[in-house]
């Protein structure tokens, strides 16, 4: 018995039959421009019933959405940075890869600060950056100096004591375990779980 070979279409060939068959053409023209018979055509077009599918996203190197999942040394993984009001309830939520350091990931998140009185932060956030930043906007920041700066900066350990309920808000998230072990590798599907587990928690019949 005689098999006939199975003819593969690329993707930017797929993208092309896709482009010429909204336009009207046949698949019989179609194919000609291809030099293949219109069989291989239809096995394009058909299994959609003749509607294009959407693009689908692929991974940051290929220009698609970045899933945020970064190398550490406990493995691959992910971190989320936090903005919490004065009782510990998640107001700036921001994902990223888990090996970008914690004073560069504040600045995905300063923009949105709101005009607070004290910013209190461990020492990861320990930046002459930050404290200018936060200098300028008149916030009095309460952030533990890092072991290597020359001239440490003072700050309360009283009020630093307050930081706990941060720590609180990411152990009630982390009783979710789709959030936990993470799940989901698209960063937006991930990220929309964070944000529902956050308003059950914390907002809804607050």
């Not at 970064?70 to 989320?80: C, F, H, P, V």
């Not at 307050?162 to 789709?178: G, S, T």
Request: proline share 4%.
């Amino acid at each position: 018995m005689k098999y006939r070979r199975r003819i593969y279409y690329s993707a930017a060939q797929r993208a092309e039959i896709w482009d010429r068959w909204q336009r009207g053409e046949s698949m019989n023209s179609i194919g000609r421009v291809f030099d293949r018979q219109s069989s291989s055509v239809f096995s394009v077009i058909s299994p959609t019933g003749g509607i294009r599918p959407p693009d689908r996203l692929q991974s940051g190197k290929t220009g698609g959405a970045p899933r945020r999942i970064g190398r550490t040394k406990g493995g691959l993984n992910s971190k989320l940075h936090a903005l919490c009001d004065g009782i510990g309830r998640p107001l700036v939520l921001c994902l990223s890869e888990g090996q970008l350091s914690d004073h560069i990931g504040v600045k995905l998140i300063y923009p949105a600060m709101s005009n607070a009185k004290v910013l209190i932060g461990h020492k990861g956030y320990d930046s002459d950056e930050l404290r200018d930043a936060l200098n300028a906007r008149k916030i009095k920041a309460c952030i533990p100096p890092r072991s290597n700066r020359t001239a440490p900066r003072s700050y309360s350990k009283s009020l630093y004591k307050q930081r706990h309920k941060v720590e609180n808000m990411f152990a009630k998230l982390k009783d979710w375990r789709r959030i936990a072990t993470r799940h989901d590798r698209c960063a937006h599907t991930f990220m929309s779980a964070i944000c529902i587990a956050a308003t059950v928690i914390f907002w809804i019949n607050q």
